[in-house]
């Protein structure tokens, strides 16, 4: 058991931006008394400790940092995530009722009371347990800075009450999800809310920013992937990087327009990754063939290709009449797989140099 008193107090005046000062003329002791105080050479008697309590609105086992009381609300808090994930919803709502009586300052105690009427409300449609679900989180928020878990941020606990007005508010839950589409993460949702109040126009907005969002992402991971196969080698690795490369060139190929844009320069990427993959088997015929197809979509998207996706992509329906991305090829698609080869696809772990170099060299021959 360790007390960390003096530690609180600092930490919670400086949570409400208070000086010493200012936290002594509310209290009516002196300056010096704050300073001894947090300092760790003087404590409060009984009466102050339940003022200091009440004022930063904590217990005062929390104000003391008793680690013995910590550890018993962690464990509680497991058990309530357990029962919750069991579907065991009439215990973990006893035994969460009994935490926040016992805890009702602890963040950790809230967000998991929080959870169990998040998922039930979520899951059976209930507005009774998704203003459960708001209350709680809401009131997890005040308490956020007592948070351990990099998992859970002020984002998180937003998107959820936001989540949880759907069952409860659809123009609420709109209205909040607009506020935390930070980088279009919530246009999905956002198409889902505006079908369901017939507004389609603004469905087909949110949609297509989704979709070329997801899409750019589902580029980069599997790209991501398959630089992380290939450094790993051996024959299961490589073939299925490869088989990666092909599913992504047939889906990309599926979004594409008719016109050379961005994506045949993305799928150019994929065979170029291709013809490592087969260099590093030894498979000399699919490491040109390959390298050859990356050449020849390289080589469209600079004669009459754009960035433009509004232009590009198959099922484009936002409001821009044009929406251009950026990547590290730049606007010539030959010249630039040049650098990425040379500059990004060096730096894998585990690099084929012989293999890489001789598709760098192919490439630049063929300019």
């Known amino acids: 058991m360790k007390l960390k008193l003096h530690e609180n107090i600092k930490r919670l005046r400086k949570e409400k931006n208070l000086t010493q000062e200012k936290l002594a003329e509310i209290l009516g002791v002196t300056v010096g008394a704050v300073s001894k105080w947090e300092n760790g050479n003087n404590t409060p008697d009984i009466v102050m400790l339940t003022m200091l309590a009440s004022f930063f609105d904590v217990s005062i086992d929390v104000l003391l940092g ?8 962690e464990k509680i808090v497991e058990n309530i995530n357990l029962l919750v994930s ?14 926040m009586s016992r805890y009702p300052h602890d963040f950790s105690v809230i967000y998991a009371a929080a959870d169990v009427y998040y998922v039930k409300a979520l899951e059976n449609q209930d507005k009774e347990d998704a203003l459960k679900a708001i209350d709680l989180l809401t009131k997890s928020l005040e308490y956020l800075s007592q948070n351990k878990d990099p998992d859970i941020n002020d984002f998180i606990i937003r998107s959820r009450i936001a989540y949880s007005y759907m069952v409860v508010d659809e123009k609420a839950a709109f209205e909040r999800f607009k506020q935390i589409n930070f980088g279009g993460i919530h246009d999905t949702v956002l198409a889902l809310l505006c079908i369901q109040n017939n507004e389609v126009d603004q469905a087909l907005n949110y949609s297509t920013l989704g979709i070329i969002n997801h899409l750019n992402e589902l580029i980069d991971s599997t790209l991501h992937m398959i630089m992380s196969l290939a450094s790993k080698g051996g024959k299961k690795n490589l073939d299925e990087a490869v088989c990666l490369a092909d599913t992504m060139i047939e889906v990309i190929a599926k979004f594409a327009g008719s016109e050379p844009g961005c994506y045949e320069k993305y799928m150019a990427c994929y065979h170029v990754l291709k013809a490592y ?8 015929n699919e490491m040109k063939k390959s390298l050859s197809e990356g050449k020849k979509l390289a080589e469209s998207y600079d004669k009459n290709g754009t960035n433009d996706v509004a232009r590009h992509l198959k099922f484009y329906h936002a409001e821009k009449k044009h929406y251009h991305i950026f990547d590290s090829i730049g606007e010539n698609a030959v010249t630039g797989f040049s650098a990425a080869l040379l500059g990004q696809v060096v730096k894998m772990g585990k690099i084929n140099r012989k293999v890489l170099n001789r598709i760098i060299d192919d490439w630049e021959k063929e300019k």
Do not use: I, V
């Not at 069991?86 to 935490?99: G, I, M, N, T, Y």
């Not at 993959?277 to 000399?284: K, P, V």
């Open 277 to 284: 993959l087969y260099g590093c088997s030894g498979d000399e």
């Open 86 to 99: 069991e579907r065991r919803f009439d215990e973990a709502e006893k035994l969460s009722r009994d935490a």
């Open 66 to 73: 008793y680690d013995m009381a910590s550890k018993k609300a």
